[in-house]
């Protein structure tokens, strides 16, 4: 309707709805890869036998069995050695259990087979019991969390398990984790609990690097940890060596350290306060500065010192580790006179380097590695921002870990560590593809690896934590993930009956999903989960009303669409509290906004004769006065009508089509003759009214509070 004149009373306000699509501005975003592949493997039978990592190498007879009711006993010499390990992986010992014999060393690995490196170890279980051989005392605790495994596996449940006889050893060196996101750090009972995590999946490094601990950046990296604190990392450290980890304390000194003795001699203060506390393992950051901190020859002088005076003289800490400016193609310097060929010129040859990749998040791949590693003339240690969230931090990360080449070797790549999410629980699934990936290269299986971790991570609610989890997967922006693989989704138009009923099945089952995830006996990641578990359900809830919108709008009532079409579109607040803690982007929520707009769009041409008006990008939203949306051509906006709306009647219009909300309270429509005198007055008790318009009329008046999608 066209507006010659607007007279209002009370409050306005406006709320603009678009389709999802509509929203999304890529040219906006950090300049990283758009694209995303599908999550590569399969579901794989293991009869029963869950073991992670992956073994290289395993035989089962599962025709032949060991009874194992009454525990497993232990030699006194073997109990004098290794009573922490057997504790801490929780193997039930018993004099009359199953006999177990431990051997350990080069000389007993070569015998038995076992590969010469660090955590290498055999294991046989047979009718004389149970025996384990291993490169190291490493290997040793390795070889017991497998047994762990075996007795917590399906195939063990009667208290009997087949025979087997495993070889098995880890591909890359370094496989952990790196506390390095922006955002809270996780508290204390959380990294405990992780690290625990790590050690049942054979991991090694746990670097402690939150990048808002104050004591770990600047200004304060000079300045002691309160007594409290000090005791806490202590307690880390304490933990991580029963669990056969390397904690290492990492520092951040870049943003304000002075290239001068008095500082060297602040900083290896704060290293020798660290070691006091029992750590033996220390990394320096150099990321995310500016300035004179990244001096690269400053920073490899420092580091060469810091082997010398510091990590030598020791004579227990391993080597440092560097965390560089030029930490991903985006933006380093390729040249010889880059950081990295400095790096690899300067930098003492025993200190590992961090390296993301070709950007900031990205997959592991043989061309970025080839890249780094010949300027820095040595492996180096991926720093794999993934599942870290603190860039989307809408998204809780539950997708599989994938992007990472299985062709790659020790030469290649000295490890990977994992930057998580500040939900430290919820990292779980993801660090439990990583263990698998980094110790067992060339045999990983995403998705297998995801399905086996969703039921160790939630064994009370597997499926419902799939269903969140397999919809809960993608960024939106920089690091894409595949989303919802298995869910067909169509337009409101075009579908076929099994399609519609899948979908309708798909979201009755994700409604229940917060119901179902209260039974889960880890209250902690229940806890992380809780808002993103009731949006999830909220979503099955919208999706299931928009099927039953679909069936209402086939049948070609109007008044019954669009006051179904109002009951099903999201408030303000609805949309702001999805939008914190979003699930379904890639699917499920764009079938919403997708069949919510197809469907507005062809009922408003079909009341109004034309197509709604679409806004643009360019269009300035913000300028319009809130009224006119009311008027704009598209039921998409709303004016939130508070007291009253006057505006004159359209040249040569016989009826008014006034589309709104659900009246709140008495809302009338009255017309006026030109001398101002009230002609009729009519009460909107619908959110779709048509009213003739009387032959005097040539203003109307709209009373009362709604909300006025169009008047037409």
Not at 74 to 90: A, H, R
Not at 210 to 226: E, G, T
Not at 411 to 420: D, M, T
Not at 620 to 643: M, R
């Amino acid at each position: 309707m066209d507006v010659a004149r607007i007279l209002f009373a009370g409050g306005l306000s406006c709320m603009m709805f678009l389709p999802m699509g509509a929203q999304v501005d890529l040219a906006s975003q950090r300049k990283e890869v758009k694209a995303f592949m599908s999550v590569p493997g399969h579901k794989v039978d293991h009869k029963g036998v869950i073991i992670n990592p992956v073994p290289h190498a395993i035989t089962v007879d599962s025709a032949s069995s060991l009874y194992i009711g009454n525990g497993f006993k232990f030699d006194s010499k073997t109990l004098s050695e290794f009573s922490g390990d057997i504790s801490t992986v929780g193997i039930p010992t018993a004099d009359d259990g199953v006999r177990v014999r431990i051997s350990y060393g080069d000389k007993n690995a070569r015998k038995k087979g076992v590969r010469q490196v660090s955590g290498a170890y055999s294991l046989t279980i047979n009718k004389k019991g149970v025996e384990v051989t291993a490169y190291d005392k490493r290997g040793v605790f390795y070889a017991l969390q497998t047994l762990r495994q075996l007795i917590d596996s399906p195939v063990g449940r009667d208290k009997n398990l087949p025979y087997v006889d495993i070889n098995d050893y880890p591909d890359l060196k370094y496989r952990g984790v790196v506390e390095g996101f922006y955002g809270n750090p996780w508290s204390h009972k959380v990294r405990l609990s992780l690290i625990d995590f790590y050690g049942k999946n054979k991991m090694t490094d746990y670097i402690y690097g939150p990048k808002d601990d104050p004591y770990h950046s600047s200004p304060n990296w000079r300045v002691p940890y309160p007594e409290d604190q000090a005791n806490n990392i202590r307690e880390l450290v304490d933990a991580c060596k029963r669990n056969h980890i390397n904690f290492v304390w990492a520092i951040h000194p870049g943003q304000d350290i002075k290239w001068d003795k008095d500082d060297y001699e602040r900083l290896l203060s704060k290293f020798n306060m660290m070691y006091d506390l029992g750590v033996r393992s220390f990394a320096l950051f150099f990321d995310d500065i500016e300035g004179e901190g990244a001096d690269s020859h400053k920073q490899t002088q420092l580091i060469n010192d810091l082997t010398r005076d510091f990590v030598r003289k020791k004579g227990d800490v391993s080597n440092l580790r560097i965390c560089p400016t030029d930490y991903t193609e985006l933006w380093a310097n390729p040249k010889p006179t880059g950081q990295l060929a400095i790096y690899g010129e300067e930098l003492n040859p025993q200190v590992e380097v961090f390296w993301t990749g070709k950007v900031v998040c990205s997959d592991l791949t043989p061309q970025t590695l080839e890249f780094v590693n010949s300027r820095i003339k040595r492996p180096a240690l991926f720093w794999w921002n993934f599942p870290v969230t603190d860039y989307c931090r809408h998204i809780v990360m539950q997708g599989p870990a994938y992007g990472l080449d299985q062709t790659l070797t020790q030469e290649n790549v000295a490890g990977i560590v994992s930057n998580p999410m500040e939900h430290g629980e919820a990292s779980k699934l993801a660090l439990y593809g990583v263990a698998d990936y980094t110790w067992n290269v060339a045999g990983y299986n995403p998705i297998d690896n995801w399905e086996r971790g969703i039921v160790n991570i939630v064994p009370e609610a597997p499926e419902a934590y799939r269903l969140f989890a397999i919809h809960s997967t993608d960024t939106q922006k920089g690091y894409r993930r595949d989303e919802s693989w298995e869910t067909t989704t169509f337009a409101f138009d075009n579908y076929t009956p099994e399609q519609f009923e899948a979908l309708r099945d798909e979201f009755s089952r994700i409604e229940v999903v917060p119901q179902k995830m209260q039974s889960i006996s880890n209250k902690g990641l229940l806890e992380e989960l809780a808002p993103w578990l009731e949006e999830f359900g909220k979503l099955g809830k919208r999706g299931n009303r928009t099927l039953d919108l679909i069936k209402i709008y086939e049948k070609g009532d109007d008044h019954e669409f669009w006051k179904a079409y109002v009951a099903n579109l999201m408030s303000d607040d609805e949309r702001k509290a999805y939008d914190a803690h979003r699930s379904g982007t890639m699917k499920l929520q764009p079938f919403y906004e997708d069949a919510m707009y197809g469907m507005m769009a062809e009922f408003y041409k079909k009341v109004s004769g034309v197509y709604p008006k679409q806004y643009s990008a360019s269009d300035s939203i913000d300028t319009i006065p809130a009224y006119q949306f009311a008027f704009d051509g598209t039921p998409e906006t709303v004016y939130h009508l508070e007291d009253a709306l006057e505006f004159d009647r359209k040249e040569g219009a016989s009826v008014v089509t006034i589309l709104t909300g659900e009246p709140t309270g008495e809302v009338s429509v009255v017309q006026f003759d030109k001398n101002g005198k009230e002609l009729s007055r009519h009460k909107l008790e619908t959110p779709y009214t048509t009213l003739p318009l009387s032959v005097p009329a040539v203003r109307l008046r709209i009373e009362g509070r709604t909300d006025i999608y169009e008047i037409i």
